[in-house]
Every structure is written in structure tokens, then in C-alpha cells.
């Protein structure tokens, strides 16, 4: 059997570009954009943690409370469309030998709720429309570490910045 070869054509092509673009619209879904929220008018950002500050243990746990991280995130971009806000703890931590080795616990003081997270995770945070071209929010923060997962060298703090993103949603 032989097979007949049927020559490029305009017509031919427009058609099969435009079936190739309509195979493509439907294996990729509306997808909501994400991106990283410019905190940089934030006061500060950075978390180092002070062991001289540690209360107690829980059980193989060091609880660390940190204190309050004032946020002030850059939304004049949103402002008028659905979104969900993210916090996102960076997945290396320098000193820690694991993401197992610590948790970040959080409690909102204004819009924002209250989560927990380990390196590497992402939590939502907030959902809704956005109003205003600054969000501002204050965590509460308290580190749980477990000190087997840590590394660190002499008199050294563990220290990680956590970001914020955005998904706009359709």
C-alpha cells in the first residue's frame, strides 16, 4: 500500500495551524497568572532567629516566638481583580539540614489568616477582590526547629525571607 502525499497548500496549512491552535487552547486551561508581590517598602523582612529568645520545648521541638513582621505589599497592579495571596517560606534554608526541621506558624493581624508552613511551602493567605494599591498585615510569627535538623555554625542565627505572591483569577 502506498501512501499518497498531499502537497502544502495555503489552505492546507491555515487549517492545520488552526487546528493545531485549537488543540493547544484545550489542553491548556485558563490559567490564572501568579506572580511575586514587590515587598520592598516593607520594614522588614528578613526573619533571624535569636535562640537566646527561645521559651520552652514541645516536645523535640525548640519553640522560637519571633515576634511581629510588618508587610507592606505593592498591589496598585490588582487593584479590581480576584486574586488569592500566597506566602511562600524559600525552600533552603541555610543551616537547616531539612524542611522537616522547622515550622513556621503565623497568625494575621488584619486581613490575612492564620497558617502554618514548612521550607518550601506555599499557603494561601488571602482571597479576594483587590481594593487598594498597598495591602498591609502583620504576622505574628513563632518558629517551632527541631535542633537535630539544625546546622549552624558558632553564634550563628537561622535566617530566611519569606515572599508573597499573587494568582490573579479569571
Known sequence: MTRRHHPATPRRLAALFCASACLLGLASPASALVARLDDSASPRAQVNGDFR??????GDFLVLPFGRIEY??????????????YYVIPAAVAGLRSPTGL???WRGNGAFSRGTGRPGDRVPVWNGIVQAPWMNETFDLTLRIDPRELRLPTGASLSFESIFEIETLP
Open 72 to 85: 507592606r505589599l505593592a498591589t496598585a497592579p490588582y487593584v479590581g481583580r480576584r486574586a488569592r495571596i
Open 103 to 105: 515550622q513556621v506558624q
Open 53 to 58: 529568645n527561645a521559651q520552652s520545648m514541645d
